[in-house]
């Protein structure tokens, strides 16, 4: 298993601003993973996130928007970046064990974004 | 593109009575699949998977779930269902390759006392 712990839990911020979110992982893991959940949503994957390369980026989503970092195996931050209502949501963080068509995926507990 | 339908967005049950959510699933190949639960202001917690194994899996918290390949269904069941398991479910299908699980709409489960 993996435990997976995400900073902040919960933020209120203002339009304009930006917000980085940090994941921290238990043990060290290949690939990393960003999702979105709108309100009443199912997730979507922002982007893979893999140690030393730059980050792979789903239709949709921009990394002058999104950027991110991954410096190590057991860490990553997503920010999200010039922040308007419409990036309230919740960014949940993610990993997989046992890479391959068995692989399941962990969660952190998200982080709950309100943008004013 | 593959797909994971889940026909209910809703479903509200009396404690005590069984639990069925569906989840379909478009098919090219042969899947992983899984069932999530995501509780109010958690994050998500894996119920069970099925990866070729028996068809008949079963989970925590007494829930179990079917593979039908023909069906391309893949339900989720549980006996008697618990004030706790109100709760937001998610069929999660892993074809293999490229970016690979893709998430149904999910399926919000009441329980009435």
């Known amino acids: 298993s993996a435990v997976i712990s995400q900073k902040p839990s919960r933020d209120i911020c203002q339009r304009g601003t930006s917000l980085t979110i940090q994941c921290q992982v238990d043990?060290?893991?290949?690939?990393m993973f960003w999702y979105r959940q709108q309100p009443g949503q199912s997730l979507t994957l922002i982007a893979t996130a893999n140690q030393g390369s730059e980050a792979t980026y789903e239709s949709g989503f921009v990394i002058d928007k999104f950027p991110i970092s991954r410096p190590n195996l057991t860490f990553s931050t997503l920010t999200v970046s010039n922040m308007s209502p419409e990036d309230s949501s919740i960014y949940l963080c993610s990993v997989e064990k046992d890479r391959g068509p068995t692989g399941e995926l962990f969660f952190g507990e998200g982080s709950r974004l309100t943008v004013l | 593109a593959q797909s994971v339908t889940q026909l209910d967005s809703h479903v509200s049950v009396s404690e005590g009575t069984p639990v069925l959510l569906r989840c379909n699933y478009s098919s090219s190949y042969s899947p992983s699949l899984f069932w999530y639960v995501q509780h109010p202001n958690k994050g998500l917690q894996l119920l069970l998977k099925y990866t070729s194994a028996a068809t008949l899996v079963k989970g925590i918290n007494g829930f179990e779930a079917e593979f039908k390949k023909s069906e391309t269904s893949f339900h989720l069941t549980k006996p008697s269902a618990h004030m706790s398991d109100a709760a937001e479910y998610f069929c999660v299908v892993n074809w293999g390759y490229g970016q690979n699980f893709v998430f149904g709409p999910g399926t919000r489960l009441s329980v009435l006392p």
């Open positions: 043990s060290q893991v290949t690939m």
